[in-house]
């Protein structure tokens, strides 16, 4: 097939943004159109001359509008193929008029959802119809051509201008696959919502959903393609971020703010992180903002350019005054003020990314890796522990200041590539170790950033003495912990369960520090 004349069309829609304007370009251009319900209406209030559905059906609507168009004349006119004399001859047979051009987009089940709405609303608001008469068309799109978002309104109108009331093949074929994937996604949020109904996480069929929201100029590489998507979740971060200003963001900025922003919502007082390649070089809370930012900087200030800065609380003068000291990829935060904003304009290129809320550490969903020939999911590590659910493993007990450095440690380590090693002091990394292969080179290293920045600092000793350490996994054997007790750690946390456990508190003990045992690990891969 090539170019289809548009002689009738057939619209139902919920979202109404456009609509009036495309329907007059139809009349205009001579075409019959057939509608329902509340599009009928605003087309007629409009002063547009529409047939109803059940007036062309001769069958009323039923069950509280439950069942309108599924009607033979309705889907033979969609299905039925103007290039089969077989098909032709019984649509004349049984009084059934072509239609050319379908326009549909489904109840706002979405939407419903989202704002808390019932069980029963949120059944209510489950499209049957339109996903119907949508995968009609777009199984025939030969000779029927399907809109199901606004947005292609102005594309289908610049074609039938440009070809006489008509539409070509690949236009076609193009809003076909446009139609598939808007039913596969709607589908897609629906079988979610029952899943989560049952408390299910793990249902034998699963599909994975989501709308473009940005082409990226390409991804972790200038040879590979990327895109961003949005899942409908809503969690407030990365994909749902207002961008002020700045630069394209790419691929892997990206994925670093959104490794940046997780990380920080962890925490209720003021905190900064600053991450490079999805690992964080600085994380800190304090009285305010500037004074957290000043302390993650400081953990290892080489690292730290060229970064992305992640706060938990709307940005202000004096701190964003700070930030601009450091050449930084991304600034993302709940808000900025105006002062905040006025500063970090002058860095014209800097991306600064504004979400309204923070994501909720404690809440749940999946997640989701490709491999070859499918998918691994899991879900959000949401584990928390909290003083009551230490294990005192050795001879001398943390004191407080401790304790609240050792959960402020694992904490982070939740967010630290594994094998990851995070030394503490005052709520504030002073060294960190991360993805080795090696539990005691991760120790090794995180010691020696202290010391570089102790040395970029001016001198003196490093902050490592007299901190805290934090393992995201267990000790298989002594010398990781001998490498931070060498460091000057005092204090260490980690969730125990190896089979040198009585190995590694016996170090600890002839060491005179004090270790606690969680009971749970931190595994980032």
Known sequence: MADVSIARALISVSDKTGLVEFAQFLADSGVEILSTGGSAKTLIDAGLTVIEVADHTGSPEILDGRVKTLHPKIHGGILGRRDLDSHRQQMEEHDIAPIDLVVVNLYPFEATVARGASFE???????????????????????????????QYDAVRAE???????????????????????????????????????????????????????????????????????????????ATAEQVQGKELSY??????????????????????????????????????????????????????????????????????QIANLFAEVIIAPDADADARAELAKKKNLRILLTGDLPDPAAGGMMVKSIAGGYLMQSRDTGHIAEPDLRVATQRAPSD??????????????????????????????????????????????????????????????????????????????????????????????PGGSMRDEEVIAAADEAGIAMVFTGMRHFRH
């Open 121 to 151: 609303d949120c059944v209510e608001n489950i499209d049957i119809g339109g996903p119907a008469l949508i995968r009609a068309a777009a199984k025939n799109h030969d000779h029927v051509a399907v809109i199901t978002d606004p947005s």
């Open 160 to 238: 039938m201008t440009a070809r006489s009331g008509a539409t070509d093949t690949a236009q076609r074929l193009h809003l076909a696959e446009a139609a598939y994937a808007h039913t596969a996604l709607y589908d897609t949020m629906i079988a979610d919502w029952l899943t989560k109904q049952r408390g299910e996480i793990l249902p034998s069929q699963r599909t994975v959903g989501g709308r473009l929201k940005q082409r990226l100029r390409y991804g972790e590489n200038p040879h590979q393609e990327a895109g961003l998507y949005v899942d409908g979740s809503n969690r407030p971060g990365v």
């Open 252 to 321: 892997n900025n990206l994925n670093d703010t959104d490794a940046a922003f997780e990380l920080v919502a962890e925490f209720g007082d003021p905190a900064c992180a600053i991450i490079k390649h999805a690992n964080p070089c600085g994380v800190a809370v304090g009285a305010d903002l500037s004074s957290a930012y000043a302390s993650a900087l400081a953990c290892d200030p080489v690292s730290a350019y060229g970064g992305i800065i992640a706060l938990n609380q709307p940005l202000d003068g004096p701190t964003a005054a």
């Open 401 to 494: 200041d401790e304790v609240r450095d050792l959960l402020f440690a694992f904490t982070v380590c939740k967010h630290v590539k594994s094998n990851a090693i995070i030394y503490v002091k005052d709520r504030a990394t002073v060294g960190i170790g991360a993805g080795q292969m090696s539990r005691v080179d991760s120790s090794r290293i995180a010691a020696q950033k202290a010391r570089d920045a102790a040395e970029a600092a001016g001198g003196g000793d490093p902050k490592t003495i007299g901190s805290v350490v934090a393992s995201d996994a267990f000790f298989p054997f002594a010398d990781g912990l001998m490498a931070a007790v060498d460091a000057g750690a005092t204090a260490v946390i980690q």
